[in-house]
């Protein structure tokens, strides 16, 4: 499985994009990278995921250049709310169907008024 | 409908008990998880079932012991319990291309 690196925190304000990077330098060809957001006291909820360049969807745009060693999660706007950790992870098996599901530390961000 | 169902949300127990934490999800995937996450929020996965076989299994202590009687369930139980299994307990469950979270069970061994 693909080691990720991240940011262990990042602060930001209200109404501000904020970009989170992900370095993945042995992504494997057949991998996929996938965000998940976890808010205290819940569990992981899926944000957004992707194989190369861009994609976008209500929530998020998850940007991958042609090497893909590297994604920028972006947030665009954040609000209080937005105020989580934020997981990214490499699985070539998708969002983890073969039971490979595994985390790294993540990046705190906190959102200030 | 919660798709992933965990019972109980919190538990407290004494050292020494055996206990059981229960998940449901009613999503019809195949693979299932359990993941621990303690007071340094360190999300660790612990076993992952696909079509109820085991495909992790993580540096568990024996006394974790997972059951799946079907593909809908994944019921999680320690034995002896000890102050350092006090954590959060996640469930989930995965598709092809995302996984749902159990709203987690809040164990605390006193």
């Known amino acids: 499985l693909a080691k990720t690196t991240q940011p262990i925190s990042m602060d930001s304000y209200e109404g501000q994009e904020v970009n989170i990077t992900c370095s993945h330098n042995n992504i494997a060809t057949n991998d996929y990278i996938t965000w998940y957001q976890q808010f205290p006291s819940q569990g992981p909820r899926f944000i957004i995921q992707?194989?190369?360049t861009k994609v976008t969807n209500e929530v998020a745009s998850l940007f991958i250049p042609a090497d893909r060693k590297s994604s920028t999660l972006s947030l665009p706007r954040v609000s209080l709310s937005d105020t989580a950790v934020y997981y990214c992870?490499?699985?070539?098996?998708?969002?983890?169907?073969?039971?490979?599901?595994?985390f790294g530390k993540g990046t705190k961000l906190s959102v200030k008024p | 409908d919660t798709a992933v169902s965990q019972t109980p949300k919190y538990l407290v127990t004494q050292m020494g008990n055996d206990k059981s934490i229960k998940c449901e999800q009613n999503l019809g995937h195949d693979t299932m998880y359990w993941y621990k996450q303690d007071s340094k929020k360190f999300l660790k996965i612990m076993f992952s079932y696909n079509n109820k076989e085991l495909i992790i299994n993580e540096t568990v202590p024996n006394r974790f012991s997972p059951k799946s009687p079907d593909k809908a369930h994944l019921n999680l139980h320690i034995n002896s319990l000890e102050l350092g299994d006090s954590a959060v307990y996640f469930c989930a469950s995965s598709s092809r291309t995302e996984a749902f979270f159990g709203q987690g069970t809040r164990l605390t061994v006193v």
């Open positions: 992707g194989y190369k």
């Open positions: 992870l490499v699985d070539r098996n998708y969002g983890g169907s073969q039971g490979n599901l595994i």
